[in-house]
């Protein structure tokens, strides 16, 4: 099972380079803090992709708070959470359009 992540910034149409993403799995109801990185100048969090993810219920959290700070926003929501289960031999792609205002979120899941 692997993840494709990328995050584009929705108010000046570029990759939301530096956006802090954090991986966590459910264990016993709770969701724990698997990883953690940073999407890089094209939007994408290249280093998810060499990640082993067995099968379970994951929680990917994007800090939008700290990314738009930094450019003197002040967000609707300071992150946003996109749940899934993990199946063996599947890949999923999620693509984030994000602005202070909202989120879209685009998910697809295939082998």
Known sequence: MSVSVR????????????????????????????????????????????????????????????YFSTLGYAPKNSSIGVCFTANPGQVYQITLLVSPANCIIFSEAGQ
């Not at 953690?36 to 929680?59: C, F, I, K, N, W």
């Open 7 to 66: 995050v584009v910034d929705g108010i000046y149409g570029r990759p939301a380079a530096g956006l802090a993403v954090t991986l966590s799995r459910e264990f016993d109801g709770e969701f724990v803090r698997r990883w953690t990185g940073r999407a890089d100048e094209s939007g994408q969090v290249l280093s998810m992709r060499e990640l082993s993810l067995p099968h379970g219920a994951y929680r990917l959290e994007f800090d939008l708070g700290e």
